[in-house]
């Protein structure tokens, strides 16, 4: 064992030994449960902030166990992976709140905690994995730790939902797998920022390497939603609304998108992958997913699958950004996964309320809804700006980058894309806003199924509003020092000194 830190060790362990004893808890002990879940999740929030603090400082963290002479667990703190796992940590905490309002008086609470745990867990591992056999270990963990989340209810549609999850993703696993046994025989272990190793093989094995990266990619773009890989994503949307969110903000598709930029800057690097020409194929179908995924968006009337076609479409301008050569479409890439992150668990938050309020799961239902619960409402009407691109909401600010990124590389359609995607957005939330606030209710007042002094109960309550707030500054403040858009710029102009 070589290790210099056991911080990302304890980072892991904040979320995993939380999850291990709710599993030994009995099914009443809610309170001890939820104490364990709220812990963990505060805990794992300091400890990122601790590390952060001291990378700041110029200090390192890694944590490696050798499992065999060519074959290592490997933890390693940086930049971009402390980026990810701060996005999951902080929205961990919000999400485990939600959630323990969301199930109160639910069945099988002990079961989904703890697998709420160890996915936040996985999504942490995959932040901090410093090389490519651990960030394959903690992606299928990934993986087989939110099925259960999905099918959570039990019903026949979950289960169904369930075995659709697993063939995807267990599929995208197996192809992922075959890209890092084949680059591990090729060119040995390869850690994450050590790019060197593949560009010293690019002039005697180009095919070979063409072929692993486009299984690696395969594999990553099933998590990723890219099409035609997406289809588990809508389906999925049968799980409670704090899986939902946690799907779509902070651990699955997040990994595959997350996992795509490792691809492209830490494994290949930006000058290898261009000198194969591999980042066009992934331009064109990450713009083809944001287009595809707005115009299916267009057709449903269940609000949660809107916004599951709405995270198909908003999740490819990481793609789109990473393929795209140059520090500002890089920065408009990474800083999304932060943007796209607290815009869409706002909006899964905002459903959710909906639901088990008043038990308004279709567009349709929504005339009104903004006068009785002008909070949550209010948190997605900002959430929805932002994702349709107007200043001064987050949305605006990746949206933004991405288009100098653009223009700057002389990729000049990728502006048309946006502009596109940007009026599709607007087509296909704007009429839920014009009934949320314009239109007069069409039927009886539903009477209320959560009780409490405000629109709904306060643990659902407090979420939305926080994550609303947060949707808005980070556009608001965007240039301040320490700000998601400065400390994704250090990030991009790390990457092109790779």
């Avoid at 200043?391 to 502009?419: D, N, T």
Wanted: with cysteine.
């Amino acid at each position: 064992m070589e290790t210099t830190s056991i911080l990302p060790l304890l980072i892991l362990g904040s979320s995993f030994i939380p999850g291990i004893l709710i599993l030994t808890l009995r099914e009443d002990q809610s309170a001890l449960r939820s104490f364990l879940n709220l812990f963990g999740a505060v805990a794992k929030v300091s400890l990122v902030a601790w590390v952060f603090a001291g990378t700041m400082r110029g200090e390192e963290y890694a944590f490696l166990f050798r499992l065999a002479p060519e074959l290592s667990f490997s933890l390693r703190v940086d930049q971009l992976g402390l980026f990810f796992a701060s996005l999951s940590s902080v929205l961990w905490l919000v999400t485990t709140l939600y959630a323990i309002g969301y199930l109160e008086g639910g069945k099988n609470r002990r079961r989904f905690f703890a697998f709420f745990s160890f996915c936040v867990t996985a999504a942490t591992g995959i932040a901090l994995s410093g090389n490519v056999i651990t960030f394959f270990i903690f992606y299928e963990f990934l993986t087989l730790s939110t099925y259960p989340l999905v099918v959570h209810s039990g019903t026949d549609h979950a289960v169904n939902a369930g075995r659709t999850y697993l063939w995807y993703t267990i599929g995208g696993g197996t192809v992922l797998f075959l890209g890092v046994v084949g680059l591990h025989v090729l060119a040995g272990p390869i850690y994450f920022g050590q790019t060197e190793m593949i560009a010293s093989l690019v002039s005697e094995h180009p095919t070979q390497l063409t072929i692993l990266f486009f299984l690696m990619l395969a594999g990553l773009g099933v998590k990723a939603a890219i099409f035609p890989l997406h289809g588990w994503l809508p389906i999925s949307m049968v799980a409670p609304a704090p899986v939902s969110a946690l799907l779509h903000a902070v651990a699955v598709v997040k990994a595959g998108a997350f996992g795509i930029i490792r691809l492209v800057y830490d494994v290949y690097g930006i000058d290898a992958a261009g000198q194969m020409n591999l980042l066009t194929p992934l331009a064109i179908l990450a713009a083809f997913t944001i287009l595809y995924g707005s115009v299916q968006a267009l057709f449903q009337d269940d609000f949660k699958k809107r916004l599951a076609f709405s995270t198909v479409s908003q999740l490819s301008y990481i793609g789109l950004g990473a393929a795209i050569v140059g520090v500002l479409s890089t920065t408009g890439a990474i800083v999304h996964l932060v943007h796209q992150g607290i815009m869409k668990i706002t909006m899964f938050f905002a459903a959710g309320n909906v639901a088990e309020t008043y038990g308004y799961k279709k567009i349709s239902e929504l005339n009104g809804i903004g006068r009785r619960m002008p909070l949550t409402m209010g948190a997605f009407t900002i959430a929805v700006f932002g994702m349709i691109g107007l200043p001064p909401i987050a949305g605006f600010i990746s949206k933004w980058y991405l288009g100098l990124g653009a223009v700057e590389a002389g990729s000049h359609w990728v502006v048309l894309v946006l502009l596109g995607s940007s009026a599709l957005n607007a087509a296909y939330f704007l009429p839920i806003l014009y009934r949320a606030w314009f239109c007069e209710p069409d039927h009886e007042a539903v009477p209320r199924r959560r009780t409490g002094r405000l629109e709904t109960q306060v643990l659902l309550l407090i979420p939305v509003v926080i994550t609303g707030l947060l949707s808005l500054a980070a556009g608001v403040f965007a240039a301040m020092a320490g700000s998601p858009l400065s400390i994704a710029r250090e990030i991009a102009e790390r990457l092109y000194l790779l």
